[in-house]
């Protein structure tokens, strides 16, 4: 059984950093693609930054050179570094792979406001 279990969401001032995690069960991080989403109010969720494979790694255009996606096995954990935080980054984070299926996680609030 797949579960994902994000945390690490805050209130952070523009400009500010937070570092999200993502406790993966029942998926081996070298096998799958791991992805951070994100949905603001009113707008689609979008793909932030995937690991594949656990070591490939790709962003969106609007995070690159600000957001860092990384793993660590030992920990079974996806993290989601964010630099540089802008007020249009606010939205719920969700932790995302697919094994046959898409599985989420629960999503974690990130608030960007002065």
């Known amino acids: 059984q797949v579960q994902l279990v994000e945390s690490g969401g805050d209130v952070v001032q523009p400009g500010g950093s937070l570092r999200l995690s993502c406790v993966a069960t029942g998926v081996s991080f070298r096998l799958y693609t791991m992805a951070w989403y994100r949905q603001a109010p009113g707008k689609q969720r979008e793909l932030v930054a995937r690991?594949?494979?656990?070591?490939?790694?790709e962003y969106a255009d609007s995070v690159q050179g600000r957001f860092t996606i990384s793993r660590d096995s030992q920990e079974n954990t996806v993290y989601l570094q964010m630099n540089s935080l802008k007020p249009e980054d606010a939205a719920v984070y969700y932790c995302h792979t697919r094994i046959g299926n898409d599985f989420w996680g629960q999503g974690t609030q990130v608030t960007v406001s002065s």
């Open positions: 690991i594949i494979e656990g070591f490939r790694t």
